[in-house]
T-cell receptor, first 119, second 109 residues
């Protein structure tokens, strides 16, 4: 299993450009998440999805959009990039919380991250 | 409101023991996680506590007191590879995670 994969690893955007961050998981997880992490800060939830066709806003959704057409894929779209979106972006996936039967089932599995700079 | 407090940075010596504390306030508590994050990498799961008490897993142990809104992560026999940030994370009743800013642990020889 590849786990959670993200592309690209690094990207530099100009103000006003748009891009899509790709995320794929092969663990058949229902739940998927997008986070951003600014230097010295904890992770902030941007959007999440509880299954194909269902998405919901997290703590900091402004300036982003997502879609979940399949269980495996959860792309994050940035429209009109702004310097405030300079950050490291992590995609994650997990089991449905009610499926937890062992402590380890609570784990969120993370992709390697995308380091985005907007100039 | 929801809030997590943990020290910004701690220093310890290789081979020693260190305890990283975390206090939290959350609306509807469903559990507490500890994650490890090495510089430039993604977080990795260490532990999950939902009941009061100590969970031991090798060199790492995690403690929870729900009534006090308090947890700690205990690392024994410190190794240089333990140099990382340790993130305290709470889960609310809607299964939403609230991430602390993390404690950067520096291990000295």
């Amino acid at each position: 299993n590849a786990g959670v994969t993200q592309t690209p690893k690094f990207r530099i955007l100009k103000i006003g450009q748009s891009m899509t961050l790709q995320c794929t998981q092969d663990m058949n997880h229902n739940y998927m998440y997008w986070y951003r992490q600014d230097p010295g800060m904890g992770l902030k939830l941007i959007y999440y999805s509880v299954g194909a066709g269902i998405t919901d806003k997290g703590e900091v959704p402004n300036g982003y959009n997502v879609s979940r057409s399949t269980t495996e894929d959860f792309p994050l779209r940035l429209e009109l990039a702004a310097p405030s979106q300079t950050s490291v972006y992590f995609c994650a996936s997990s089991y449905h919380p009610r499926r937890r039967t062992h402590s380890r089932d609570n784990e969120q599995f993370f992709g390697p991250g995308t380091r985005l700079t907007v100039l | 409101g929801q809030n997590i407090d943990q020290p910004t940075e701690m220093t310890a010596t290789e081979g020693a023991i260190v305890q990283i504390n975390c206090t939290y306030q959350t609306s509807g508590f469903n559990g507490l996680f500890w994650y490890q994050q090495h510089a430039g990498e993604a977080p990795t799961f260490l532990s999950y506590n939902v009941l009061d008490g100590l969970e031991e897993k090798g060199r790492f142990s995690s403690f929870l007191s729900r009534s006090k809104g308090y947890s700690y992560l205990l690392l024994k026999e410190l190794q240089m590879k333990d140099s990382a940030s340790y993130l305290c994370v709470t889960e609310d009743s809607n299964y939403q995670l609230i991430w602390g800013a993390g404690t950067k642990l520096i291990i000295k020889p």
